[in-house]
């Protein structure tokens, strides 16, 4: 199985700045990796697809980029309203496998 | 707009059964690959299983290989997974997941809770 290690686990920062996460695959993934933002009590949402591809109506400061094993996604100006948990999953391989999450609250 | 919609959690008992059941609308339903994926606070996510458009391929997580079944009903647009010989650790908020045809899971439901617990 393909692992994921996401880093940090959490994170605190103020509104507006810029905010980044790591994801790294055990293997090459190519750039089959999406991120996902979820909010507590919900379902996760589709956020960066293919590494660095932005999802239909997903604000434009989130960004991802990467490929092969190393993976970066980015808020540019974080907002009160991105409160939440954060995932990376590689589909390179089943079985899926996800990072292990990064809490984003706001200082 | 795309919707899915689980139902079928609850408490159950080590060792016995439960059936999820994954009621979807606002996509073709036969076109497109859907997955279980499990949640639990200390785990996290884990994918369970995936079938595909068709039914013809299944493909399960080693944990649930020989104990779970995924299967679909492309004329009533929904998903099963029949859970049997349940554990403790299969505790975990179901969610069944939509696959874009390009690959990424793009929809999700809003899950379903099985508590395994004498």
């Known amino acids: 199985d393909i692992q994921m290690t996401q880093s940090p686990s959490s994170l605190s920062a103020s509104v507006g700045d810029r905010v980044t996460i790591t994801c790294q695959a055990s293997?090459?993934?190519?750039?089959?990796l999406n991120w996902y933002q979820q909010k507590p009590g919900k379902a996760p949402k589709l956020l960066i697809y293919d590494a660095s591809n932005l999802e239909t109506g997903v604000p434009s400061r989130f960004s991802g980029s990467g490929s092969g094993t190393d993976f970066t996604f980015t808020i540019s100006s974080l907002q009160p309203d991105d409160i939440a948990t954060y995932y990376c999953q590689q589909y390179d391989n089943l079985p899926l496998t996800f990072g292990g999450g990064t809490k984003v609250e706001i200082k | 707009q795309v919707q899915l919609v689980e139902s079928g959690g609850g408490v159950v008992q080590p060792g016995r059964s439960l059936r999820l059941s994954c009621a979807t609308s606002?996509?073709?339903?036969?076109?497109?690959?859907i997955h279980w994926v499990r949640q639990t606070p200390g785990k996290g996510l884990e994918w369970v299983a995936v079938i595909s458009y068709d039914g013809s391929n299944k493909y399960y997580a080693d944990s649930v290989k020989g104990r779970f079944t995924i299967s679909r009903d492309n004329s009533k647009n929904t998903l099963y997974l029949q859970m049997n010989s349940l554990r403790a650790e299969d505790t975990a908020v179901y969610y069944c997941?939509?696959?874009?045809?390009?690959?990424?899971?793009?929809?999700w439901g809003q899950g379903t809770l099985v508590t395994v617990s004498s």
């Open positions: 997941a939509k696959q874009e045809e390009t690959g990424p899971i793009d929809y």
């Open positions: 293997q090459d993934i190519r750039n089959y």
């Open positions: 606002g996509f073709t339903f036969s076109d497109y690959d």
